[in-house]
């Protein structure tokens, strides 16, 4: 059973168009994330969602809309897709829980934009 | 929100040799939680150990230590008997609310 699950794994396009990215968690966290990972693996925080309510928008272009039809699910849409946002989208979900935080990252989904 | 600097671009140790990898964070929150990921070649992001700020005894998990001085808001991360399978990106992290990860540092071992 996998954790995070992210789909696709990799997406190539083209400049201008629009894609989506799903994500869905199986472990009943509260909270889901959306990170983009550049070239020089730098993690940047894009969106932080709290039962289906976003909680951090960090400073993400509008193109970027992230959307959460339920606390399992937290989808990422790019509208007018840029050279620039060519990098590692990952998914993670996280919980604090009796005293303990935990935190699960998805496999990531690499894309291209040509 | 927190921020974490990791000041080590790269580091290289020799098989078997024993390494550390430095963090330091600021945050202005007394609760939060402090983590090393390990990012391979395969791009999966894994935990590798994690330490709850409120715990003054450093946690261990097989070969991996930390060193956590939270006056300096220091986080190191010791690596023991290092393996061909621990070279990877190594990230530090620290949650309270949202988790924020430093710039990583990659480890080369060499056999």
Redo the contacts between chains.
């Keep these: 059973d996998t954790a995070v699950s992210q789909t696709p794994k990799y997406l190539v396009t083209q400049m201008g168009n629009d894609k989506s990215i799903k994500c869905e968690q199986n472990l009943g966290h509260d909270?889901m994330?959306w990170?983009k990972q550049d070239s020089?693996?730098?993690?940047k925080?894009m969106f932080?969602y709290n039962n289906k309510e976003l909680?951090?928008n960090e400073t993400v272009p509008n193109r970027f809309s992230p959307k959460s039809p339920d606390k399992a699910h937290l989808n990422l849409h790019i509208n007018s897709l840029e050279l620039g946002d060519s990098a590692?989208y990952?998914c993670?979900s996280?919980e604090w829980r009796g005293?303990?935080?935990e935190?699960?990252?998805g496999?990531?989904t690499?894309l291209t934009v040509v | 929100a927190q921020t974490v600097t990791q000041s080590q671009p790269e580091m290289s140790v020799q098989e078997a040799e024993t390494v550390t990898l430095s963090c330091t964070y600021d945050t202005s929150e007394s609760d939060y939680?402090l983590?090393w990921?390990k990012?391979p070649p395969s791009?999966?992001?894994i935990?590798v150990i994690?330490q709850?700020a409120y715990k003054q005894q450093n946690a261990t998990e097989n070969r991996f230590s930390v060193n956590f001085q939270k006056a300096a808001k220091s986080f190191s991360l010791k690596i023991s008997d290092s393996q061909l399978g621990d070279a990877a990106?190594y990230?530090c992290a620290c949650?309270n609310?949202?988790?924020?990860?430093g710039?990583?540092t990659?480890l080369t071992v060499k056999p």
């Design positions: 909270t994330y990170y020089k693996k730098f993690l925080i932080s909680i951090i590692v990952f993670a996280s005293g303990r935080t935190a699960f990252f496999q990531g690499r | 939680y983590f990921y990012q791009r999966q992001m935990l994690r709850e990106m990230f949650y609310n949202d988790m924020r990860f710039a990583g990659r």
